[in-house]
């Protein structure tokens, strides 16, 4: 194997010194391996392409995700693409001096990239010198695995065309939670369903339910304007879009409405149909372990490549109710908006959209219905967050008013009639943006084209999403309108300026960037975004028992631990990074402020966001202080 390897560097040498004698041009020799047979693996796509930016976030969390290459329908500036011949190995030559990052899917592994030990582990880049040939580069991909199992009718018998969706264990908002990874389409004629392409981690799978409840009056809705010809969405049309509500009329029609259970697909289990009082029977939502919660679910463990057999579901029908009223807006009937059911219980998924049970939409009265409701807490919610018009402009948006709603009922036995929605208006937050530094500030264009957003502090996603805000010429900004709650503010990474940096985000002198700011029932005002043109740069080293220890990750995360513990990990105060071969790190752009620094073994379990893990590791961190521009180092050991 070593001589083959030789052979293809000397050959890779030759073609490189002959395509360009005078100007010396580098390459990269490499090799995809599984990383349990140590085999090659053939026909993957390598990329090559500039270092993958420090974590982003969502909003104010740390989005957990893998390292993701930098993808686009059209070639991207300083990106190469190749794949993998039989054996595994690949070739980038005529490279300049530069740092890269390699990155490498495959459709039966987890994606991946250059220096990671883990699965979903952080990568490490590649430091190329002018004209070096870099050999013995190797990428390890770690296989994706299954879960399979049957689902089962009320009776027993296999349930065809029924839908199963596995979740996946993440951190967010310092909080274990589940985000949705696989959905399978739907189950065989033998009540069979398989997920497939799961990475290693925790799981809880359950039949996919989202009973929708849809008048007759939307059909007649037209997506387009009737008059003029224009093409352009109706003011009914663009009411139902903003709010996510459901406008196609499917399943079965009681009275002036109809009514889908949402279990799968038209082939799936059919409910009995309404007695003479016109109320239904329906499928309760059911997870592994025969419960009907994700907080009850069995967790399944998965390892990379692992195929788990029989987790199997059985579907049960319980008596439903009907609830209906009429949503109210400040302005009056709140017509054609969408209406959810969440269970008051699941704040355990990441996206609200996940979590939801029933949906509706209002008629031109505001009145609304949800059919087939299991007894239970809930919370209904509404939004209608403004969009642009067609020709219109994201500033002109801003202007319109969001309208909400977070509303808890009880549901029992009995049917709940004539309920009033009362929506409220959003709250906003409004302010200028300011520079420091010696740069030259940016011009008018360059301002307006920098985004201001909110988002939960509770590391929650929620569907329809709220409008960005946007600076103006003058420095001014007002966000979007949002429901009562805890928010973290933060500038859209890819709007801010070249060669500034988000310094703070302040209101009343408190940094909502880093800390929850609190909306109640009145808009904020006076929140002032500062940019800087320094930064802070953090270096140092790290050591094992044995010398340097190359496969180890740098976490850096803030020293005040309520900052992890209550909110959860802020993706501007906090780092995880592998070294490099040398054991050598540089992180800059934290902002000011105490941090903890620690290194852990690349192989060592556990999410580098979990409170616990946090909690045990700062007790043999080191702690360091980073000034406004300032540099620190430090020199920590190798945890394991």
């Not at 349990?36 to 693996?41: E, I, K, M, N, T």
């Not at 997920?195 to 989202?210: M, R």
Request: glycine share 12%; with cysteine.
């Amino acid at each position: 194997m070593g001589n083959r390897l030789n052979a293809w560097l000397i050959v890779a040498l030759c073609m490189s010194a002959s395509a360009n004698a005078r100007q010396p041009q580098g390459l990269i020799l490499g090799r995809v391996v599984d990383a349990d047979s140590g085999r090659g693996v053939a026909g993957a796509l390598v990329t090559l392409g500039p270092p993958a930016l420090p974590a982003a976030p969502i909003g104010e969390l740390l989005e957990a995700r893998p390292p993701a290459p930098p993808f686009s329908p059209t070639p991207l500036a300083g990106v190469r693409r190749t794949l993998t011949a039989n054996d595994g190995r690949f070739l980038f030559r005529d490279l300049s001096k530069g740092r890269f990052s390699i990155y490498v899917t495959s459709p039966r592994h987890v994606a991946g990239a250059y220096g990671q030990v883990r699965p979903q582990g952080p990568a490490q880049p590649i430091e190329l010198g002018d004209g070096a040939k870099l050999g013995g580069v190797t990428v390890k991909l770690w296989r994706h695995g299954s879960i399979s199992g049957m689902i089962r009718d009320e009776n027993g018998e296999p349930a065809v065309g029924v839908s199963v969706e596995c979740s996946r264990r993440v951190f967010s908002g310092g909080q274990r939670r589940f985000a949705s990874i696989g959905v399978t389409p739907a189950t065989d004629d033998r009540g069979l369903y398989r997920v497939a392409g799961l990475p290693p981690g925790d799981y809880i799978c359950g039949n996919v339910l989202n009973a929708t409840t849809v008048p007759i009056a939307v059909a007649s809705i037209s997506p387009s304007s009737a008059t003029g010809g224009t093409g352009a969405p109706s003011e009914e049309s663009r009411r139902l879009t903003n709010s996510g509500a459901s406008t196609l009329p499917s399943g079965i029609r009681i009275g002036d409405l109809f009514y889908s259970s949402g279990i799968g697909t038209l082939r799936g289990p059919v409910a009995p149909p309404p007695d003479a009082n016109r109320r239904v029977m329906t499928y309760a939502p059911q997870y592994y372990g025969g419960v009907t919660t994700t907080a009850q679910a069995s967790t399944i463990t998965m390892k990379a490549g692992e195929e788990r057999t029989g987790i199997d579901i059985q579907l049960k029908l319980v008596p439903a109710v009907r609830v209906s009223g009429r949503l109210i807006g400040p302005d009056g009937p709140a017509a054609w908006l969408g209406l959810r059911l969440v269970p008051a219980s699941g704040d355990d998924m990441v996206s609200e959209g996940q979590a939801e049970f029933a949906k509706t939409t209002s008629d031109a009265s505001g009145a609304f219905t949800f059919l087939g409701v299991p007894s239970g807490d809930y919370i209904l919610k509404s939004r209608l967050y403004p969009r642009p018009a067609p020709g219109g402009s994201v500033a002109a948006a801003l202007d319109e008013a969001t309208i909400w709603t977070a509303t808890p009922i009880t549901v029992g036995s009995a049917d709940i009639a004539n309920l009033t929605v009362t929506m409220r208006t959003g709250i906003r937050a409004s302010g200028r943006v300011e520079f420091a530094g010696a740069r030259t500030p940016p011009t008018a264009p360059e301002l307006q084209r920098i985004g201001v957003r909110l988002q939960m502090a509770e590391g929650r996603t929620s569907s329809p999403i709220a409008l960005d805000g946007r600076v103006l010429a003058d420095g001014s900004f007002k966000t979007a309108g949002y429901p009562a709650g805890r928010y973290i503010a933060n500038v859209l990474p890819s709007t801010v300026p070249a060669g500034w940096f988000v310094k703070s985000i302040t209101v009343n002198g408190r940094d909502v960037s880093v800390e929850p700011l609190q909306l109640v029932d009145a808009d904020i005002s006076g929140m002032v975004v500062t940019f800087t043109d320094r930064t802070t740069t953090l270096t140092g080293s790290v050591s094992g028992p044995n010398g340097v220890d190359p496969t180890a990750e740098v976490v850096v995360f803030p020293a005040d631990s309520m900052a992890w513990k209550d909110v959860g990990v802020v993706a501007r105060r906090w780092r995880a990074e592998r070294v490099n071969n040398a054991g050598a790190f540089s992180i800059a752009g934290l902002p000011p402020g105490d941090y903890f620094v620690a290194a852990l073994a690349g192989t060592l379990a556990g999410d580098r966001q979990d409170p616990v893990l946090l909690a045990t590791v700062m007790k043999s961190a080191s702690r360091v202080t980073l000034t406004d521009g300032g540099t620190a180092t430090v020199r920590v050991a190798v945890m394991r």
